[in-house]
């Protein structure tokens, strides 16, 4: 559900995604959309098992569920920051969760970064995906 406010920005918040509390999962400013760190929630608020691929596969659908609902495609990605709790879990895996990147985004890729943490808000997420966007004018 995307909501108006009297600000010059949108809330978006899609339906499909678990409803949020004390935050967004993206703002539409202008032709930018901001989209909100994404975990590996599904609609039921609980992290996906599977490893750090699954749990890429939910975050990152998360996200571009989101960028959706702006009104926004993948290829319109400017910046992507990954939040990892286990790097080399993530490189170990890199091949496969580049098959799915290409496989969601296709092979443009935005600026990225890998950050590693020692966690994240949920105890058994692995990632959390956060990202810009800026839709093409007209």
Do not use: C
């Not at 559900?1 to 009297?6: A, I, N, W």
């Not at 992507?80 to 993530?90: G, M, N, Q, R, S």
Request: glycine share 12%; no cysteine; net charge negative.
């Amino acid at each position: 559900m995307t909501t108006h406010t009297p600000t010059a920005h949108t809330i978006v918040n899609p339906q499909s995604l678990p409803k949020p509390s004390g935050y967004a999962h993206g703002v539409l400013a202008g032709n930018t959309v901001y989209l909100g760190g994404q975990t590996a929630l599904d609609q039921d608020m609980n992290i996906v098992p599977g490893g750090i691929v699954e749990q890429f596969r939910q975050a990152f659908s998360n996200v571009l569920t989101t960028l959706a609902e702006a009104g926004g495609r993948p290829q319109d990605l400017v910046s992507v920051t990954i939040y990892l709790t286990d790097v080399d879990d993530y490189m170990a895996n890199g091949r496969e969760i580049g098959r799915l990147w290409r496989d969601m985004a296709g092979t443009d890729y935005p600026a990225m970064a890998g950050i590693g943490v020692s966690r994240l808000w949920q105890k058994e997420a692995l990632i959390e995906i956060q990202g810009i966007a800026v839709i093409p004018e007209g």
